[in-house]
């Protein structure tokens, strides 16, 4: 064996050694937890199909004059009073999360209808805790994806 041919199996055999470039079954055959992990990732796809809405949509909805749905924006009162989407109300998501579900609480949210909840923006995850919130007290609900600055990034009208 040459001085290159043993450099060229060194450097196999070196590579072989480290699990990243080694092949083994788990790489070849989903695990039974990788299995369940696609049917649970399966579920939540459906899932956020089934209960998110995009600005278009929401806009589209407000276009038609939908009377049986509640726009709630979870952002800061602050936030709020500089610009929201139209005809939405403030829930600030610090008095929401001590909501019970009575209707005495906030009048405006409909078990009647759908409320579409939404923050700031695609990071922020307080529009889909309240969502959960409304969901578990039997409000139907959906969550608006990308936030209000997904709203003004498509420079749909604000209300102030």
């Not at 909805?61 to 610009?83: P, S």
């Amino acid at each position: 064996m040459n001085f290159l041919q043993r450099i060229s199996l060194s450097g196999v055999l070196l590579l072989m050694s480290f699990p990243a470039f080694a092949q083994t079954s788990s790489q070849e055959e989903p695990s039974q937890k990788e299995i369940q992990d696609t049917v649970r990732a399966e579920q939540y796809f459906a899932d956020e199909i089934n209960f998110t809405i995009n600005p278009h949509g929401v806009k589209s909805v407000l276009e038609g004059k939908n009377q049986n749905i509640t726009l709630v924006d979870v952002r800061a009162a602050k936030n709020y009073a500089e610009g929201h989407v139209p005809s939405a109300i403030n829930l600030p998501f610090d008095k929401f999360s001590r909501f019970e579900g009575t209707e005495k609480e906030f009048p405006e949210l409909r078990k009647d209808g759908f409320n579409y909840v939404y923050c700031y923006e695609l990071g922020c995850n307080l529009a889909t805790k309240a969502a959960r919130k409304l969901a578990s007290l039997g409000y139907p609900v959906k969550e608006m994806k990308g936030g209000f600055n997904a709203w003004k990034d498509h420079n749909y009208p604000i209300e102030k």
